[in-house]
């Protein structure tokens, strides 16, 4: 049985930029959040249409954020080690900032992005430009590949829709001694952190260890062992096998999962009050801002970002202007556009003065301390809203 615990409100596609041209018609729809009592897993009630938000145009690439190059070095580097991986394949590999670690004659990429397939196809992996399914498991079969002994997915199982087909997937293609390694944000640290902006189109779900255990096991899959990781705000790295002996990681973090309520509905009604303060202290703070002649910038235009202007009804909406001027972000894809739903200009770094700005809003907080570092001349102040809004 599937409970609503959360309205975000109408949001457009987090990763959909425009231009002012298209404004008339861009896409919107109710982003309502439920928990399902039976599995545990915490989901969107209406999903988009991927093929609206996984397409050609997708701009998101990993190799934008440096940080993030590095983590895949090294969980690259770790797998081997540890693994020894022949054959390896990435689910959703992005511009592959994962793939490039690993020899190309026995690596396969499966990417829906078709400006992505380009890129690693270029690489020299031959990558499989369509959605995760059951039937591409078998085109991929049919095509004379062996097993796999890794299977690797990042920030990419909790984008699709159907998890049952995707671990029947999985299992389909991994090899009877291989590993399946995949992370995602984590429910635990979301909730913990109040870091509801993780919420949006493409994250269909938001992960506990409690339900994927359950969804795993339901699908002839194990967990055997959970890292805890900073990435991208708090994520779970998560190890699966036909039949690997299970290590006390997993019980260790299906008992905090149970101590913090995540099996409990109240947790999520509570968690809910939370975001609505939040939004307010949000707004709060910046008509406050404006009110005192502050100017107020924002670093990163990211997904999560999306979430919280169209949320809280910062930008270009006629109830609240300019509460936020623009969005610098590093991805060429992005400048020049505007931000989906508020419509807040996006535009290079470099093109802007930082120090014309009195504060600059986190909309990449996760990536804060990086960019902080990489901002030592600006005179101003940064405002967060994770775990709670202040100015930093
Ligand atoms: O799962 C997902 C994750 C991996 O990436 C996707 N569903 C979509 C996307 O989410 P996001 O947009 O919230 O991710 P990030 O990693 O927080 O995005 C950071 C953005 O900030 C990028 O567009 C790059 C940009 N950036 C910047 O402008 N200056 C990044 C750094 C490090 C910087 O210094």
């Known amino acids: 049985m599937k409970k609503e615990f959360l309205d975000l409100g109408r949001q457009p596609v987090a990763n959909a930029f425009l231009k002012k041209e298209d404004f008339d018609d861009e896409f919107l729809f109710d982003l309502k959040v439920v928990f399902d009592t039976e599995s545990k897993l915490v989901s969107i009630k209406k999903f988009v249409d991927p093929k ?3 397409n050609e145009n997708y701009p998101y690439t990993t190799s934008n954020s440096v940080p993030m190059v590095k983590h895949f070095k090294e969980i690259a580097e770790m797998l081997m080690k540890e693994f020894n991986p022949l054959t390896v394949m990435e689910i959703g590999s992005n511009d592959g900032a994962f793939l490039k670690n690993w020899p190309n004659d026995y690596t396969i990429g499966v990417e829906p992005c078709g400006n992505f397939t380009k890129v690693t196809e270029d690489m020299g992996y031959q990558t499989y430009s369509e959605f995760w ?9 049919n095509a004379g590949h062996v097993d796999f002994d890794l ?3 990042a920030n990419c199982i909790c984008h699709i829709h159907d998890l049952d087909d995707t671990f029947k997937a999985v299992k389909n293609l991994l090899h009877k001694d291989g590993v399946f390694v995949f992370e995602d944000p984590s429910l635990l640290r979301i909730l913990e952190r109040n870091s509801y902006d ?11 260890i409690t339900a994927l255990d359950n969804i795993l096991m339901k699908n002839g899959l194990k967990i055997f062992r959970v890292d805890n990781l900073s990435v991208h705000g708090g994520s779970n790295r998560v190890y699966v096998s036909h039949n690997r002996p299970v290590e006390p990681s997993v019980r260790e973090n299906l008992q905090k999962e149970d101590d913090f309520g995540l099996n409990e509905f109240k947790t999520y009604q509570e968690f809910a009050k939370r975001v609505e303060k939040s939004k307010n202290d949000l707004v709060d703070l910046l008509v406050k801002l404006k009110n005192d002649g502050k100017r107020v910038m924002s670093i990163g235009a990211t997904a999560k970002s999306t979430t919280v202007f169209n949320y809280c009804g910062i930008g270009a909406a006629p109830w609240q202007t300019d509460l936020i001027e623009l969005i610098t972000d590093t991805t060429k894809d992005k400048q020049g556009m505007c931000a989906p739903g508020s419509h807040i200009p996006v535009v290079p770094r470099e093109s802007i003065d930082i120090n014309d700005f009195d504060y600059v809003f986190l909309g990449a907080w996760n990536l804060k301390d990086y960019i902080i570092k990489n901002e030592k001349k600006f005179n101003g102040k940064f405002i967060t809203h994770v775990p709670k809004v202040e100015v930093v």
């Not at 993780?198 to 938001?206: A, K, N, R, S, W």
């Open 151 to 153: 299977i690797y997915a």
């Open 198 to 208: 993780q919420i949006y189109d493409e994250h269909p779900h938001i992960f506990s």
């Open 52 to 54: 609206r938000i996984f």
């Open 133 to 141: 399914t059951t039937e591409l498991s078998e085109k991929i079969k």
